[in-house]
């Protein structure tokens, strides 16, 4: 019986040592448990967005892609249900649109800077990635006229239904009804938005014609170049080559918050932390050291 | 007059009857027409036995043996839980259930049986998955409950046909009231009884809602009973409303094989009707 007594103090500290990354624990939150990673079904934007900006995928030279994701991740079929699963479980972490957040779940800080709208205007927040569309100088009527419309408040409306809107002419849009057909190409994560812009455009204006072709940021640019397209779509920085030859303009910006059980003590990440959980290289959340 | 209103009447009959039919030749050839190209492109063999599913690679990666594999577990696991509360509860209710008792069981199973999967699939998410986390063992769990009206419904009406003589006699040898039941009564509605088991796995291998929202979904082999799966049912229904081109076919090549593991489940089940006759 004594025995017993003084070994527990021993088994005690033995434990603590084999905890490895462990550190201390609050009383609700057990560190020493595993992270259980929530992901999105393959083919959702979300996902998408996700794991370019978080760069879990691996490229090859020959145009191959391959997403790093855990297979362990659970996967959850909408935002709702997603966040429904975070706030059900203590342990868990997954990543929403900026848009979809609320106080169910607890959005954790990138780098040292929170999710927000603001935050990813200024520029702080790293998990956003912008959606850009690009001219050439001499761009039809019907182009700019589907610009101002788009950077407009009403087009910038539509936007800020789906993703954060950008600083645009500020003012309504006012009109110049121009005729005729444009082509619209590039990035398939920014045709959406574009989709709908269309919608809304044709609706003022029913004489105009936008074909919508969805490819890749790249094949958008060099389509806009090249002339099959008059406006390329893009949902990433343009190189120097395609700055001297194109106009850029800013349309909206996809933010993706990356969110946890609000018992969670950990209330910030690295985009390398982040990473690390996705790719399953970390699986502890005792080995997110604050 | 009435022999025209006969006829008219007759071929209304008929026409109601085809309906049946012609949905299940349009569904059987919209799975094959969209399904069997995929299949092709992709390649039988990598399609079935495949373990990679990553369908947003370059180049893309359509497996489904973690599916197959999936579904099979998840039934299995139905099976082990539903069909032995299922077939004593059916003896119960049918040999030594007083009348009263009965009232309370009967409707009671019945209405299970009407519950909508997504209530279910509720069910689990607040009760089950914080004991077991989103795992085979949840959705087996859960699709046990599912099964049981249907094992319990058939396996109690096969107890019942067995005629009442055959109790007796076994009473009358000297056996007990269970060992009657049990060594007699039971083996006598094998095929009833097995008939219940096998529509049993056919609802538990096509249920989608439920199992979706609490196994987790991961596309890979099975690794344990306490991680989570994804069966065929929740491949499609989770990925069809963002896939396009090669990758919806290949959704639609899942369903084709579900639909043919659904079939022989069903030539099974009409091949014992046979043999009850």
Not at chain 2, 122 to 140: N, R, T
């Amino acid at each position: 019986m004594n025995k017993t007594v003084c070994l527990l103090p021993v088994i005690a500290a033995l434990a603590a040592v084999f905890y490895g990354c462990s550190s201390a624990s609050l009383a609700s939150f057990d560190r020493a448990k595993d992270i259980s990673v929530v992901s999105r079904e393959d083919g959702s934007g979300t996902r998408i967005a996700f794991i370019g900006i978080f760069g879990i995928e691996a490229k090859s030279a020959d145009g191959g892609r391959k997403d790093m994701s855990t297979k362990e991740a659970i996967i959850k079929k909408d935002t709702g249900v997603l966040m429904a699963a975070i706030a059900g479980n203590k342990y868990s972490i997954g990543y929403i649109s900026l848009g979809a957040l609320n106080d169910t779940i607890k959005a954790v800080q990138i780098e040292g800077a929170s999710a927000s709208a603001a935050n990813i205007k200024n520029g702080s927040y790293p998990a956003a990635r912008p959606f850009y569309i690009a001219t050439k100088a001499d761009a039809s009527r019907l182009a700019n006229d589907f610009i101002s419309f788009i950077l407009s408040l009403d087009g910038q409306a539509v936007v800020a239904k789906y993703y954060v809107d950008v600083d645009g002419s500020a003012l309504a849009y006012s009109g110049g009804k121009a005729s005729g057909k444009i082509v619209v190409g590039g990035s398939s994560s920014v045709s959406p938005v574009m989709e709908k812009l269309k919608e809304a455009y044709i609706k003022i204006n029913p004489g105009a014609t936008i074909e919508i072709q969805q490819s890749d940021s790249s094949s958008g640019l060099k389509g806009t170049i090249d002339g099959n397209f008059d406006i390329g779509m893009a949902s990433r920085e343009f190189k120097d080559s395609e700055k001297e030859k194109l106009i850029a303009t800013l349309i909206a910006v996809d933010g993706i918050a990356i969110i946890v059980h609000k018992d969670n003590p950990v209330s910030s990440l690295t985009k390398e932390q982040v990473n690390a959980i996705y790719t399953g290289r970390i699986s502890k959340w005792s080995c997110i050291h604050q | 007059m009435t022999s025209i209103k006969e006829k008219v009447m007759s071929r209304v009959f008929l026409l109601s009857a085809l309906s049946t039919v012609l949905a299940l030749a349009l569904i059987c050839l919209f799975l094959f027409i969209n399904g069997i190209p995929a299949m092709a492109k992709i390649g039988a063999f990598s399609f079935m036995l495949g373990k990679e599913w990553s369908p947003s690679d370059t180049p893309p990666l359509f497996g489904i043996l973690p599916m197959i594999a999936g579904s099979l577990y998840v039934t299995a696991g139905a099976i082990i839980i539903g069909v032995p509360i299922g077939i004593l509860t059916a003896v119960f209710l049918s040999k030594s259930c007083p009348k009263k008792l009965y009232k309370f069981i009967k409707p009671g199973m019945d209405l299970l049986a009407g519950i909508p999967s997504v209530v279910l699939g509720f069910f689990g998410m607040a009760v089950i998955v914080p004991v077991f986390g989103e795992s085979i063992l949840s959705a087996s769990i859960v699709l046990g409950i599912m099964i049981l009206p249907t094992v319990t419904g058939i396996s109690e009406s096969a107890i019942r046909a067995v005629p009442q003589n055959y109790y007796e006699g076994a009473v009358a040898l000297g056996a007990g009231h269970y060992r009657a039941v049990f060594k007699v009564i039971l083996p006598a509605a094998n095929s009833g009884v097995l008939a219940a088991v096998i529509l049993g796995v056919g609802r538990a291998i096509g249920e989608t809602m439920a199992v979706i929202m609490i196994a987790g979904n991961q596309a890979r082999m099975p690794v344990s009973l306490f991680k989570g799966v994804r069966t065929l049912t929740a491949n499609i229904a989770l990925e069809m409303g963002y896939a396009a081109e090669l990758h919806r076919e290949a959704l639609i090549a899942t369903a084709l094989v579900l639909f043919v593991f659904i079939l022989v489940i069903n030539l099974g089940f009409a091949a014992l009707k046979k043999r009850i006759k």
